[in-house]
């Protein structure tokens, strides 16, 4: 097969209004999707060129495209492919968005990234429970399991990022799954004042008042 030129060799501006989208482009974008790149863009700029035939015709890009307008912009980054057969062109529109679907997450190496992003949480795309969702698959196709229990434990009982301290979410959720997993019961010991900080103790579901100079 004959090496045609890469397209990212060439990058062009062109007016928006010189570029068609694709009339049967499968790839939906939702309003809140659009907004999310808009904002994206106004962030960073525009980093990925939207990609067209030599007709002009969008082939990869038309979220961007989409974005674009809602912004006002006169025009954007374009690359053409040329020298593409009709065939090459529609797989590649399919292709473009499927194979960046095939990937996945390292759920901690994302978890401990996102940490010190909350900030900025709208122009990342992740919303409030999409982290929790990725844990929750995580545990449900059986990935923690004792050893690698073990390993968060080892790496991740040192000081808290204060941003995971809600105990519903984040890493203590995730540190609970760990001590199950290890066979840890958070009940035991409940009754008992065991560390003898406090003048109170719990029996039986009931908190009573140490006697002064009793040990328990």
Known sequence: MPVQPWPADKVE???LAAISPYSKNARMHSDEQIDQIAASMRQWGWTIPMLVDESGVLIAGHGRYLAAQRLEYPDGPVMIARGWTKKQISAYRIADNKLA????????????????????????????????????????TGKYSVEEAKGKLAERFGIVPVTVLLGTSGWWQDRKRAWLALGIKGEIGRDKNLLKMSGFIRHQGKITRQKKGVAT
């Open 101 to 140: 679907e095939n990937a996945t997450w390292d759920v901690r190496l994302l978890a401990a990234e996102l940490d010190g992003l909350t900030d900025m949480a709208e122009l990342i795309g992740f919303g409030p429970g999409d982290l929790e969702a990725l844990l929750r698959h995580e545990e449900q």
């Open 13 to 15: 501006r062109r007016p």
